[in-house]
């Protein structure tokens, strides 16, 4: 099929090429009763912009690339659905390209949305060696990390302060009367777990309580990895009054696993999630969780991002936001010894 084109349109108009150009841009230099009839005309005979056309023109495309490391995981897909929401707003749509959790193919699609010449990148790293792996890359257009703290590295990033975040959750743990906390899903390759274990082992040395963990040995946080390690864990007598799950999806398969197994949520055990996802609100499983304000963390980072792109010389910024704990059902006073 034939593409309509803008001198298709000055055909059927009757007028110039430019003056359909100046119709589409808002020009003030024609009439508002010739731009009408000109924009009916496209509409009527299927005319669409030429993106790739008026970006070469205007050495912009409008264009942010987004790259998630698991558009599968709740609160990874919640991200981008708010930045896209919150870019469109800004008059930018956005190429999303999943890495998988694979720096290779992290790298490839960078490298793709680079010859798509976006106008810049938002990043959630697929890991801690992000960074220097697309270092290479990052200074040929502008970036921003989500999600991960990178510490003092030259770049700009939003995150939570996930390390506080685990302290919060921690104290309000112990507030209930729970000295037995275990840490569900302790991993590596993370920055952002890192801090989240070393948050919740700060806090229990200053509670005077000892640290009790469940490694997880999967590279990312899934319900099915949550499942497996409660399955594991609840093959035993409970020796923990309180599980604290390091993300909400680790929370959801340790649900599946209680339940299987006969444990009553929080009657038996409690738990607490890290992350706040939509899921975690639902009547059924009402999670204690700590809340990453998404909305937020997505419209900084397009406008930090945007504020790149407008201005080459604008240094980098670390936007570091702080998580609240949202009370729900998952979590209960200890009771007392001997009772049920």
Known sequence: MKRVTIKDVAKVAGVSYATVSRALSGSPEIGEATRKRVLAICKDIGYTTNYVARSMVLKQTHLIGLIVANIDNPFMSELA??????????????????????????????????????????????????????????????????????????????????????????????????????????????????????????????????????????????????????????????????????????????????????????????LLGFDNIVYAGLPRINLTTIDQPKKTMASLAVDVLLEKIGDSDVGYSHKILTPQLVERGSCAPVKPHGTK
């Open 81 to 270: 659905y708010n930045i896209e929401i919150h870019a469109r707003e800004k008059g930018y749509n956005i190429m999303l390209c999943n890495s998988s959790h694979d720096t290779k193919l992290e790298a490839e699609v960078f490298e793709l949305l680079l010859g798509r010449q976006v106008d810049g990148i938002i990043l959630i790293p697929s890991c801690t060696d992000s960074y220097e792996n697309l270092k290479p890359f990052i200074s040929k257009v502008p970036t921003v990390f989500m999600s991960e703290n990178l510490r003092d590295l030259p770049a700009s990033y939003v995150t939570v302060d996930n390390f506080k975040g685990t302290q919060i959750g921690t104290e309000y743990l112990y507030s209930l009367g729970h000295r037995k906390i275990l840490y569900l899903g302790k991993r590596k390759g993370s920055a952002t777990h890192q801090l989240r274990a070393d948050g919740y082992a700060d806090a229990c040395k200053r509670l005077g309580m000892e640290p009790s963990y469940c490694n997880s040995g999967s590279a990312f946080s899934s319900i099915q990895s949550g499942y497996q390690l409660a399955k594991h864990l609840f093959s035993k007598p409970l020796r923990h009054t309180a599980i604290f799950a390091a993300a909400d999806s680790l929370a959801l398969g340790v649900l599946s696993a209680a339940e299987e197994a006969g444990i009553r949520v929080p009657e038996d055990v409690s």
